[in-house]
């Protein structure tokens, strides 16, 4: 007996020795993976696409990595690669600031919607829905975007540029997108899919901002939205759309429970329209809102109001709270954080209109830029100025200060 087994173990190896050994291609490859090319030369990355006939494309940008050297490679390490794959390899110039016209004291816009409308023929101007222009047609709002990004603009959070956080690419500049009221056109959904998620229409405001970061991945699209008592007016998914904002890059603020105009309400009314919306959210996203109060109406317009005070911070039903920035509906872009004259607390606006460029509408507000805009070193963690605007800069976060 333990003979016969001996011989069927002995066939069963001189099959599987055949299987691998003589069935087997021999010239079979064994699967080629990409490796990490950050940090080594063109010459290194020419080699390597052609030991593994990759066509290579080779872009040199302005980058804050060491010069010469590839900072970016469009395929991730341990990828499979396969036979003309396309290789996009990255590779800084490192940074010249007079070429750049790097400025880091100048202004950063903070753009002002409130309604986004689909809305093809209106009596108003350019892409107003109302007289006033602060509800923008969707097409508008598109080509907002799409002009922003081509200006050379690139997203960042108002809670990072409040803490004097600028992370933006070399020779570009950053804007910052909010939206007050929280209408149900922000975040229009229409229904849950199979898995129980929001379905976000299109051509609400989010639903564009979406088709942007998918469009422009570097545009680093975010926005911050500031609600009332309603949130975001559609009860039933008022729980699953704020968690899905915060869980995809957006942030929620505070723009008062009832849209009150602080100028002819009591301390103690002042108190419950902001302590009311911070506990609202404290039950939907504990700790994952940001302290900051969009001011209905701009009011109160001056900071020496009795009741600013208690925007910044009180106690309502056994809470305390702390307002870090109020924003103003205002009119023109706003300081640098690195600049002397800038007040964190009380924050002008843009507001996202048109008007013929007058009257500081989006025109004539991205004009004035062209002269004063702030202009990225990337590298979020120095501040860079040329040497005549050295004066200007108030170094409140610590940074690295460099001139030219």
């Known amino acids: 007996m333990k003979n016969k087994i001996l011989v069927v173990l002995i066939i069963l190896s001189l099959v599987t020795f055949i299987s691998i050994y003589i069935f087997v291609p021999k010239d079979e490859k064994v699967d080629n993976l990409m490796i990490d090319l950050v940090g080594k030369t063109k010459e290194e990355a020419i080699s390597f696409a052609n030991e593994n006939n990759l066509n290579l494309e080779i872009k040199e940008e302005n980058n804050t990595y060491e010069k010469d050297k590839i900072f970016k490679q469009s395929i991730a390490v341990d990828s499979k690669l396969n036979e003309n794959d396309n290789l996009i390899i990255y590779i800084s110039k490192g940074i010249n600031y007079e070429e750049l016209k790097v400025d880091e004291s100048g202004n950063v816009p903070i753009m002002m919607y409130h309604g986004i409308h689909i809305v093809t023929d209106n009596e108003y101007t350019g892409g107003n829905v109302d007289k006033d222009g602060y509800q923008r047609t969707a097409s508008a709002f598109r080509n907002d975007l799409e002009f922003y990004y081509t200006s050379g603009y690139r997203m960042i959070r108002l809670n990072d540029y409040v803490n004097g956080i600028i992370d933006v690419e070399a020779g570009l500049s950053p804007i910052i997108i909010t939206f007050d009221d929280g209408l149900a056109n922000n975040i229009k959904v229409t229904g849950l899919d199979e898995n129980g998620n929001i379905i976000i229409d299109p051509n609400s405001a989010v639903g564009i901002l979406e088709e942007f970061k998918q469009k422009y991945p570097d545009f680093n699209v975010t926005a911050t939205f500031f609600v009332n008592g309603g949130l975001f007016n559609q009860s039933e998914y008022n729980e699953k759309i704020l968690n899905w904002l915060v869980d995809n890059g957006y942030d929620i603020g505070n723009h008062s429970y009832s849209h ?112 004063n805009r702030y202009i990225s070193d990337g590298d979020k963690n120095t501040i860079t100025v040329p040497k005549e605007k050295e004066d200007k800069i108030n170094n409140l976060y610590n940074l690295t200060i460099n001139t030219y």
Do not use: C
């Not at 302590?275 to 009011?299: E, H, Q, R, T």
């Not at 706003?334 to 209109?353: C, G």
């Open 260 to 371: 009150a105009d602080f100028t002819s309400i009591s301390k103690e009314k002042s108190v419950q329209e902001i302590g009311s919306v911070y506990n609202l959210l404290d039950k939907y996203i504990p700790g994952k809102y940001v302290n900051i109060v969009a001011l209905p109406f701009g009011s109160p317009y001056d900071k020496s109001h009795s009741n600013f005070n208690s925007i910044l911070k009180g106690v309502y039903n056994d809470k305390e709270y702390n307002t870090i920035t109020t924003l103003r509906v205002g009119w023109e872009a706003e300081y640098s954080p690195f600049n002397k004259n800038f007040d964190k607390t009380f924050l002008k606006r843009i507001r996202a209109y048109d008007n013929n460029g007058k009257e500081f509408d989006i025109e004539m507000n991205f004009k004035i830029l062209e002269n």
